[in-house]
């Protein structure tokens, strides 16, 4: 790092981390009972080299590629990486302007806190399940999912058909009607008057009253026809 990093630095690359990023409480289990059996770090991954090497140039850490390859042994993302030092030197600077990860971040800093003041091995039990526990939190912080309803605008309306009032919502701007019987009433008696007004004059049955069926001189349906 050359230059100072500028607050809109930060607040680009916290968005960077929010989108982008992860971060992690990892747990060793060959360690246990250990300090380091935890270890907290934040990394950040994306196909985009330039782009990670622009954040690399402002706020330092490693770049490496993934892991998972794929069957071709090719791999195209990479990641920008932290060590735990590194994170909590850097995140309390980009806290301000996380978002997505806020609550991750703070989660974070706590354990990072408690571990700083801990830093002999071997420790408490209590302490171990303050870790844990922040480790478990990130975890579900992480699988929290959001729905959005769209808030929009509603009104009482009346019903075209019986007039009723019922709550019109503009997320459903075509409904007129109170209910789906009145709906399909409205429906039922358009489609008769379409018949009715559909009749040529000539035919001598235009004085049809709406709604009825009209009579056009056919022979009666005979039920159970045989042949
Ligand atoms: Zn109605």
Redesign the pocket.
């Known amino acids: 790092m050359t230059q100072e990093v500028t607050e809109i630095e930060l607040a680009y690359i916290a968005g960077i981390l929010d989108g982008e990023g992860t971060l992690v409480i990892g747990k060793h289990s060959k360690r246990e009972n250990r300090c380091e059996a935890y270890r907290g770090y934040m990394a950040i991954a994306n196909t985009h080299i330039p782009l990670l090497e622009y954040i690399q140039s402002r706020i330092g850490g490693k770049i490496h590629p993934q892991k998972k390859r794929y069957k071709d042994g090719i791999c195209d993302c990479y990641t920008l990486s932290y060590s735990a030092n590194k994170t909590r030197d850097i995140l309390p600077k980009l806290l301000a302007y996380l978002v997505v990860k806020k609550d991750q971040a703070e989660v974070l800093l706590a354990f990072f806190e408690r571990q700083a003041g801990n830093a002999s091995a071997p420790i408490s039990s209590e302490l171990l399940e303050f870790y844990e526990e922040c480790r478990v939190k990130i975890k579900r912080l992480k699988k929290i999912r959001y729905s959005y309803e769209s808030p929009g605008r509603s009104e009482l309306r009346k019903?075209s058909?019986?007039g009723?009032e019922f709550t019109w919502s503009s997320s459903n701007p075509m409904r007129l009607?109170?209910?789906n019987w009145?709906k399909r009433k409205t429906h039922w008696t358009r489609s008769n008057h379409r018949i009715a007004v559909g009749i040529p004059a000539w035919s001598g049955l235009s004085g049809i009253q709406r709604g009825e069926v009209p009579n056009l001189g056919l022979p009666p349906l005979t039920q159970g026809v045989t042949r």
């Open positions: 019903c058909q019986c009723k009607y109170c209910s009145c």
